[in-house]
């Protein structure tokens, strides 16, 4: 399906696309994954189960089909397991040994785009990058590959026809009209017809407060979950703490905080020369907004918090999207590049006036300066905000700004570590948290009996060094003075299919290097000649 007139916001951006818009490439049928079996033991495991319980192992975890039927202790750390304690293997029924490995829920990106074909990224590329992670289910924002393409992806995948993360299809308020909604009246009927067309819940950008009004509420009354990413455009008059009263359900990136927050002001401090079409100006200027908003532990700031967390709000924070504005080459040169990112993505991220997150027109030491302060009065709010109670999320975003798929959500990771959440509740934030935002928790999000087999085994302790978990794994130096990498995940398991995580990667590998030989392309740093 070619549509001649789309209207595309990606990251707050709003490019009216007056070409006819090429998709990228539906995902192939599925040839990697064994199982389901009629049992499955995972044998000797170290489990983490994302309650908030510590590691506990060795157990046996016994799936059926696809569910998980028993979870048994077989031992003590160090001691030989006790074979009468281990559930005993049925006719037909499948072992994995995973002795000396860790074992968590199924990774939830609730921020996860399925790339573009301006990018180079079809669905086989992007699902394989995710499930090479142990990302299991992802939240799609809305995408110019429209709702009816990601809606099959959806169904495919559920029915496990491709090597794919489940899918939950949010769509771009207002997509399919040629003009952005302006009255209540077409926001309630665009709701509905969204609801029947299956999709799981809307992304919204901003509009007029009626029209947020209008269409929050009718979207809750049909009992579907939305997203926001409250772009400059709107945030003037409609900010964060608005959306959540009026029934949004969870906020990404951070747009619309700090204006909740303003004590001295009621807009941000623009320079005069501003101007919202141009990224430089927009990446740039917001790398001080934070510091326009009220201190960390004012009575504003507080009152914030308190609000959204009695709202039962969500917050899904992206901090690796922008993780190039406060250490541009860092993002740039991140050692997967050179093997898995693909020649059109990453003409797609480099300096441009017009491809979306490609900001770089002068992009140093000021605005990077800029961006760390940003940060740091950033993440202590979302720190606090979990302290207290609230639910942050994990998603990414990826496939803009240097950030690749599947990668990107192992810093996310890292980025929530950092602003201070102990490994035990990042990882409860990319699992239970996601689950629960999603209205999944019953089926996903933790490793209990009853829920499904969806599940991240790795070779190493990803609760002492996350970087574990990235495909290019972590370097360790051997007693033979050699360096070498661990990790990587080892299995991802959805609906108790068991993948080889690292052949996923190796299939990307191939692919993108398949690409390179047709182009001759070599990923130059930009302006190298
Ligand atoms: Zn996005």
Not at 231 to 253: C, F, I, P, Y
Not at 338 to 364: I, Q, R, V
């Amino acid at each position: 399906m070619k549509s001649t007139l789309k209207y595309v916001f990606v990251l707050g951006s709003l490019f009216l696309q007056l070409q006819s818009h090429a998709q990228p490439k539906k995902a192939t049928p599925r040839k990697e994954g064994e199982g389901p079996w009629e049992q499955l033991i995972i044998r000797g495991v170290t489990l983490i189960n994302s309650t908030g319980a510590p590691p506990t192992g060795p157990v046996d975890i016994v799936v059926e089909k696809n569910r998980i039927t028993a979870i048994r202790p077989v031992g003590a750390p160090g001691l030989p397991v006790d074979p009468k304690r281990r559930p005993i293997l049925k006719d037909g029924g499948k072992e994995l040994n995973a002795g000396g490995m860790y074992l968590l829920p199924g990774f939830i990106d609730m921020h996860g785009h399925i790339g573009g074909a301006e990018k180079g990224a079809d669905a086989d590329y992007v699902f394989k990058l995710w499930m090479a992670h142990g990302v299991t289910t992802v939240r799609e924002p809305g995408s110019m590959n429209g709702l009816d393409w990601v809606l099959d992806q959806k169904v495919k995948s559920n029915r496990n026809e491709i090597t794919a993360p489940r899918i939950l299809a949010y769509t771009v308020f207002g997509q399919g009209l040629e003009n952005p909604i302006y009255t209540a009246g077409q926001a309630r009927a665009w709701v509905r017809e969204n609801a029947k067309k299956g999709a799981d819940g809307i992304k919204f950008f901003g509009a007029s407060p009626d029209v947020m009004l209008a269409a929050l509420d009718e979207n809750t009354k049909l009992n579907l979950r939305s997203m926001a990413h409250h772009a400059q455009t709107d945030v003037g008059r409609w900010n964060a703490m608005k959306s959540a009263k009026a029934g949004l359900t969870s906020l990404e990136h951070w747009y619309g905080l700090p204006e909740a927050m303003f004590t001295d002001r009621t807009v941000q401090n623009y320079s005069g020369d501003y101007n919202y079409q141009n990224e430089q100006d927009r990446f740039g200027q917001a790398g001080t907004l934070w510091k326009q908003a009220a201190a960390p532990f004012s009575e504003r700031w507080n009152k914030i918090i308190n609000d959204l967390v009695a709202l039962d709000f969500t917050l899904d924070p992206t901090f690796n999207i922008y993780e190039a504005n406060r250490d541009l080459m860092r993002a740039r040169t991140a050692e997967w590049h050179a093997d898995y990112t693909m020649p059109k993505l990453w003409d797609f991220y480099s300096p441009s006036w017009n491809s979306h997150g490609s900001y770089w027109h002068s992009w140093g030491t000021e605005q990077e300066n800029d961006w760390k302060e940003n940060y740091k009065l950033w993440m202590s709010f979302i720190n606090e905000y979990k302290n207290r109670g609230g639910r942050v999320t994990v998603g990414t975003d990826a496939g803009f700004i240097y950030e690749l798929y599947g990668f990107a959500y192992i810093r996310e990771m890292e980025l929530l570590r950092e602003a201070g959440f102990h490994p035990l509740e990042v990882i409860k934030a990319a699992t239970l948290n996601g689950a629960e935002a999603l209205g999944l928790d019953k089926e996903l999000g933790s490793v209990e009996v009853g829920k499904l087999a969806d599940f991240v085994i790795v070779d190493q302790n990803p609760l002492k060094n996350l970087q574990v978990l990235y495909g290019t794994g972590a370097i360790k130096l051997t007693d033979k003075n050699e360096a070498v990498r661990v990790g990587g995940v080892k299995y991802t398991i959805k609906d108790g299919i068991v993948y080889d995580a690292k052949k996923l990667l190796q299939e990307v590998k191939e692919m993108v290097e398949k690409e390179k030989a047709k182009s001759g392309h070599i990923l130059k740093q930009p302006g190298v000649k």
